[in-house]
Structure formats: structure tokens, C-alpha cells
């Protein structure tokens, strides 16, 4: 199968790497996976291309997950729900979009024995990550979900979004809100430990909270470090991604794959490639 990840830019994602350590744990040897940098220009000469057969299938990142939707012929039901696509399979010549990530996420709640049942929610951003965190969220019983966002605007539109789902505890962060259960991070703020706006990640927490941050390269991103060893737990997003890729996969050869007894391996040849 000829797979591959489109985005603009690519040089640096790492799905390449996960994705060949993938298709060698599960024994695929039939597969490839390169990455593309397309621009916004170029989408419909690329789709035109895959529609013919020039990929079997495709992950496909920033800034392209909600743009990408108008050249697909079917979506399944995430898709409609999230508003955008990160992995697209053909069939002949028909093009459908899905959405790995909320599975990803579930997922390392799921490995972390984190219960969200009844939790109050922080989720840090309202771009199209926020949007997939306050999905799971919801589906899993949070007690209350608040947004922190710099644009009041995105934060409205993500609030919203929430309640047209269901929630009927979604809240905008005031400043003066009480401590969190369970506090994410989906902005790239602090990918690179760079050091403006770290005054963001100012929020309560305590010695009970859980802290995640959607950053994969490293388990010392600054939202993390800023509360190292005053919180209960911190995650990082690198079992996220795995598990997103693996549901990829699973999209893209129709089989399901169980890798509970391979995923220490994993993510240890993962954070080789990280490091």
C-alpha cells in the first residue's frame, strides 16, 4: 500500500518514522509512508492525483484537516461532528475521510487509568484539537468542561460547539475559577520551550490534578514542567499519536491489530527518533 501524510509545513512531524516502526511491529511489509509538503494551492492537483490511484490512502495534518473535506466523497459520522479529517482511505476512486484523533485520545485516557467521570475539565486552546478533547470529554461524563483560549472569539465558538453536543457545564476561564481535575493542553505553546507567553499555563491546580499536554516531543514540555511535582500526574501526547496512527492503519488494510504487549516497544523506538 503506497500511504503517506500531507501537510503544510511536514519537514518536522515524525509520523514517517512511527509509521515504518508500525508497519514492522505488525508485520506489514507491503507498506509505505512517505511525507508531502502540499500547500493550499496545490490541494485539488493532489487530490486529482490520489483520486487516480497515485495513493492508497493518507494522514493529513495542518493546515488542511477542514479544507481537505471538500475534495472527499463520503465522511464517516467524527468527521461531521469534529469538522475535519486526519486520515482519508480510497477505494477505486472514491475518497472518505475519517478522524483518528478522538480515538487516540480516549485511548491514553484509557492507558493512564484516568477516569474523566464526573471531572472538572480545563482544556487549554479552542482550535481544532480543543475541539476533539471536548468531544471526549463529553462522552466520557465530565462534570464541567472550561476553556482558556487568548481569543475570546475561538474560546465563544468552541463553547458553543460543546453545547450544540450536549454539554450543559461548558464555561469560559475567568481567572477565578477553582482547582481542575484534569487540565489539557492542545496548543503548540511550548513545543519548542520557547519562552513567550508562559503566563498562559497559569491555572489552578493541585497535588489531585492531572495534567496532559497533546505535545508529543518531550515529556518536559513547558506546560508540563511549570507543575512538576505539584500535580498527581503529567502526560505527555506521544501514546495520542501512536494510537491515532494506529487507527490509521486499521482504517487503511480494514483489519484490527491489538498491540497492548507491544506498546512499551513502541513508544521506546519512538522516543529514540524523538530524541
Same mark, same amino acid.
Given at each position: 500500500m503506497n500511504l503517506g501524510l500531507i501537510g503544510s509545513p511536514v519537514e518536522k512531524s515524525i509520523s514517517p518514522e512511527l509509521q515504518r516502526i508500525l508497519?514492522?511491529?505488525?508485520?506489514? *511489509?507491503?507498506?509505505?509512508?512517505?511525507?508531502?509538503h502540499v500547500a493550499s494551492d496545490d490541494?485539488?492537483?493532489?487530490?486529482?492525483?490520489?483520486?487516480?490511484g497515485k495513493f492508497d490512502g493518507i494522514n493529513?495534518?495542518?493546515p488542511h484537516k477542514k479544507t481537505g473535506l471538500k475534495f472527499?466523497?463520503?465522511?464517516? *459520522?467524527?468527521?461531521?461532528?469534529?469538522?475535519?479529517?486526519?486520515?482519508?482511505?480510497?477505494?477505486?476512486?472514491?475518497?472518505?475521510?475519517?478522524n483518528t484523533d478522538l480515538y487516540g485520545f480516549k485511548m491514553l485516557l484509557e492507558k493512564n487509568n484516568i477516569n474523566v467521570h464526573s471531572s472538572r475539565c480545563l482544556v487549554l486552546? @479552542?482550535?481544532?484539537? @480543543?475541539?476533539t478533547i471536548v468531544k471526549a470529554l463529553i462522552d466520557q461524563? @465530565?462534570?464541567s468542561i472550561t476553556i482558556k483560549n487568548k481569543s475570546i472569539d475561538n474560546a465563544l465558538e468552541i463553547q458553543l460547539y460543546a453545547q450544540k453536543l450536549g @454539554?450543559?457545564?461548558?464555561?469560559?476561564?475567568?481567572?477565578s475559577d477553582n482547582k481542575f481535575d484534569i487540565a489539557i493542553n492542545t496548543t503548540p505553546l511550548g513545543m519548542y520551550q520557547e519562552k513567550d507567553n508562559i503566563s498562559f499555563f497559569d491555572i489552578p491546580v493541585?497535588?489531585?490534578?492531572?495534567?496532559? *499536554?497533546?505535545?508529543?516531543?518531550?515529556?518536559?514540555?513547558l506546560f508540563l514542567n511549570q507543575y512538576k511535582d505539584r500535580v498527581k500526574q503529567s502526560i505527555n501526547g506521544l501514546e495520542m499519536l501512536i494510537f491515532q496512527a494506529i487507527k490509521s492503519i486499521e482504517i487503511w488494510t480494514e483489519t484490527t491489530y491489538n498491540v497492548d504487549q507491544k506498546l512499551d516497544s513502541i513508544k521506546k523506538q519512538l522516543e529514540k527518533v524523538i530524541c
Amino acid at each position: 500500500m503506497n500511504l503517506g501524510l500531507i501537510g503544510s509545513p511536514v519537514e518536522k512531524s515524525i509520523s514517517p518514522e512511527l509509521q515504518r516502526i508500525l508497519f514492522k511491529e505488525l508485520e506489514l *511489509d507491503n507498506c509505505t509512508y512517505e511525507k508531502h509538503h502540499v500547500a493550499s494551492d496545490d490541494l485539488p492537483s493532489f487530490f486529482d492525483r490520489f483520486k487516480k490511484g497515485k495513493f492508497d490512502g493518507i494522514n493529513i495534518t495542518i493546515p488542511h484537516k477542514k479544507t481537505g473535506l471538500k475534495f472527499l466523497d463520503e465522511i464517516d *459520522d467524527n468527521v461531521k461532528i469534529l469538522g475535519n479529517t486526519n486520515c482519508i482511505k480510497r477505494v477505486g476512486d472514491i475518497l472518505t475521510g475519517y478522524n483518528t484523533d478522538l480515538y487516540g485520545f480516549k485511548m491514553l485516557l484509557e492507558k493512564n487509568n484516568i477516569n474523566v467521570h464526573s471531572s472538572r475539565c480545563l482544556v487549554l486552546g @479552542a482550535g481544532g484539537s @480543543a475541539r476533539t478533547i471536548v468531544k471526549a470529554l463529553i462522552d466520557q461524563g @465530565a462534570e464541567s468542561i472550561t476553556i482558556k483560549n487568548k481569543s475570546i472569539d475561538n474560546a465563544l465558538e468552541i463553547q458553543l460547539y460543546a453545547q450544540k453536543l450536549g @454539554a450543559k457545564n461548558i464555561e469560559l476561564y475567568t481567572g477565578s475559577d477553582n482547582k481542575f481535575d484534569i487540565a489539557i493542553n492542545t496548543t503548540p505553546l511550548g513545543m519548542y520551550q520557547e519562552k513567550d507567553n508562559i503566563s498562559f499555563f497559569d491555572i489552578p491546580v493541585d497535588k489531585d490534578s492531572i495534567l496532559i *499536554d497533546l505535545i508529543y516531543i518531550s515529556n518536559h514540555t513547558l506546560f508540563l514542567n511549570q507543575y512538576k511535582d505539584r500535580v498527581k500526574q503529567s502526560i505527555n501526547g506521544l501514546e495520542m499519536l501512536i494510537f491515532q496512527a494506529i487507527k490509521s492503519i486499521e482504517i487503511w488494510t480494514e483489519t484490527t491489530y491489538n498491540v497492548d504487549q507491544k506498546l512499551d516497544s513502541i513508544k521506546k523506538q519512538l522516543e529514540k527518533v524523538i530524541c
